[in-house]
C-alpha cells in the first residue's frame, strides 16, 4: 500500500499569483505577514504580491530575516517576529530559504518552544497544533519546498529538518512570471536541486507508481528546458516549463524521499556555504555512479525521458551513459563539478565523511546502501572528478 499527500490547494501557471486574491477571501485574511528575501523586495520580484494585498486593503508586515541556508538563529527570530504580530495569514515567497522559514514560524507561531526543540536529530518536542494558514510562493524553479513539509536549517557543521504534516501549505502558488528575472546561476543551481529530486524520487526505495510517473514527467520537463531557461532567460516557455518541472518533482520527492544526492550535499552547506543547488550539481553525477548498478532498470527510463539513444545499448551501457550525461548537462547550465572548484581541500573529505553517515533519514531511501567506506569513496571522486564506474 502507498500513499500520497499533497497541500491542499496548488495553483500554477503564468497569472496563478491573482489567485490570491480568492484566497485572501477564503480566508477572511486581513493582517498578513510576509516572509522574504530582502534582495527580492529590492528587485522589485514580490511587488506583484504586495500590490494585490494593497488592493484587498490588508495590513503587510515584511519579515526580511530570510538569509541563504538559514541557521537555527534566524529561524528563532523569525518565529519571534510571527510570535509578536499575531497575523492571521502568514505568506512565504522566495527560493526555499524563505520558503522553509515561513513553514515553520506559522506552524511555531502555534506552539511553545524554539527550532531546534522540533529538529529531526535533536527533537525534545511534537508539535500540538497547526498554527497559523500558509501561502508559499516559490520565486525559484527549484526547491519544491511550496509542496512539502520539510524546513531546513543549517547546523555549525551540517543541516538538520523540522518535518510534520502540519508544515503543509494550505495553499500553493507557482506562477512561473516571478522567475523571469532569475540570473543564470540561480536559474542552473535551482534547476539542478530539481532535477536532483526528480531522479532521488524516482529510483528511491520508498518510490511508488504515483511518485515514479511525476519524477518521469519532471526529468523529461527539466532536461529539455533547463539549458534555454539558464542562457536565454527571456524564453518564456522554457521558464514555464521549468517552473512545472519543479513543481512535479517537489510532488514526487515529498512523498517518495529524496537520498545520497541530498544526505551528502548537507555537509557541503553546513561546512563550506555552499548553496543547497550547487552542492547537489557537485554530487549528482558521483552519487549515481556508486548506485547505478542497485537500479539498472529504473535507468533505462531515466535515459529514455533524458531522450538519451539508448538502441543496441547494453543495460549496463545505458546506465553509464546516463551519469555521463548528468555531468554534461551540469558543465552545460555553467557549474562546476567537483570539490576543487570550491577550494575544498582533500583534507577535508574525512569530515564531510564524518558527517554525512549522519543523515540515515536520507541514506536510507537509497537504492544502493551507502556506507561510510562509499561515502568517503563519492567525496574521493567528487574531489578528483573521476567517474569510477562510468
Ligand atoms: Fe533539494
Given at each position: 500500500m502507498d500513499q500520497f499527500v499533497s497541500p491542499k490547494k496548488i495553483y500554477h501557471g503564468e497569472g496563478s499569483l491573482t489567485k490570491l486574491e480568492d484566497i485572501l477571501k477564503d480566508l477572511k485574511a486581513t493582517k498578513i505577514f510576509i516572509i522574504t528575501d530582502p534582495m527580492l523586495k529590492s528587485l522589485g520580484v514580490i511587488d506583484p504580491v504586495l500590490e494585490i494585498l494593497e488592493r484587498q486593503n490588508a495590513l503587510v508586515e515584511l519579515g526580511e530575516n530570510v538569509v541563504p541556508e538559514p541557521p537555527v538563529k534566524i529561524g528563532n527570530q523569525v518565529v519571534n517576529e510571527v510570535r509578536k504580530i499575531q497575523p492571521d495569514l502568514v505568506i512565504g515567497i522566495g527560493g526555499g530559504s524563505a520558503l522553509d522559514l515561513a513553514k515553520a514560524a506559522a506552524v511555531l507561531a502555534g506552539n511553545d518552544g524554539r527550532v531546534e526543540d522540533y529538529l529531526n536529530l535533536s527533537s525534545t518536542k511534537k508539535l500540538l497544533n497547526k498554527g497559523l494558514p500558509k501561502v508559499l510562493i516559490p520565486s525559484?524553479?527549484?526547491?519544491?519546498?511550496?509542496?512539502?513539509?520539510i524546513a531546513v536549517f543549517s547546523l555549525e557543521n551540517t543541516k538538520d529538518v523540522i518535518t510534520h504534516e502540519y508544515l503543509l501549505a494550505d495553499y500553493a502558488i507557482v506562477d512561473p512570471t516571478l522567475t523571469y528575472t532569475l540570473p543564470p546561476k540561480v536559474t542552473a543551481a535551482s534547476g539542478i536541486d530539481a532535477l536532483t529530486h526528480a531522479i532521488e524520487a524516482y529510483t528511491s526505495?520508498?518510490?511508488?507508481p504515483l511518485t515514479e510517473s511525476l519524477a518521469l514527467d519532471a526529468m523529461k520537463r527539466i532536461v529539455e528546458n533547463i539549458r534555454t531557461a539558464v542562457w536565454?532567460?527571456?524564453d518564456k516557455h522554457a521558464r514555464e516549463q521549468m517552473a512545472l518541472g519543479s513543481l512535479i518533482a517537489g510532488l514526487s520527492f515529498y512523498n517518495a524521499g529524496v537520498a545520497g544526492v541530498h544526505a551528502l550535499a548537507y555537509p557541503l552547506g553546513g561546512l563550506f556555504k555552499l548553496s543547497h543547488g550547487e552542492s547537489n550539481a557537485i554530487l549528482l553525477s558521483y552519487v549515481y555512479d556508486q548506485v547505478w548498478m542497485a537500479c539498472i532498470d529504473k535507468m533505462k527510463n531515466v535515459a529514455k525521458a533524458f531522450s538519451l539513444p539508448i538502441n543496441e545499448k547494453s543495460d549496463r551501457e545505458i546506465a553509464q551513459q546516463v551519469v555521463r550525461s548528468l555531468q554534461d548537462l551540469i558543465k552545460d547550465v555553467g557549474l562546476p563539478t567537483t570539490l576543487r572548484a570550491y577550494n575544498i581541500q582533500s583534507k577535508d573529505i574525512e569530515n564531510l565523511t564524518k558527517n554525512g553517515v549522519k543523515q540515515k533519514r536520507l541514506l536510507n531511501r537509497s537504492p544502493k546502501t551507502l556506507d561510510e567506506n562509499s561515502i568517503k569513496q563519492i567525496y574521493t571522486n567528487a574531489y578528483e572528478g573521476v567517474l569510477q564506474n562510468s
Open positions: 525559484t524553479a527549484g526547491t519544491g519546498a511550496e509542496v512539502t513539509d526505495v520508498n518510490a511508488s536565454n532567460g527571456n
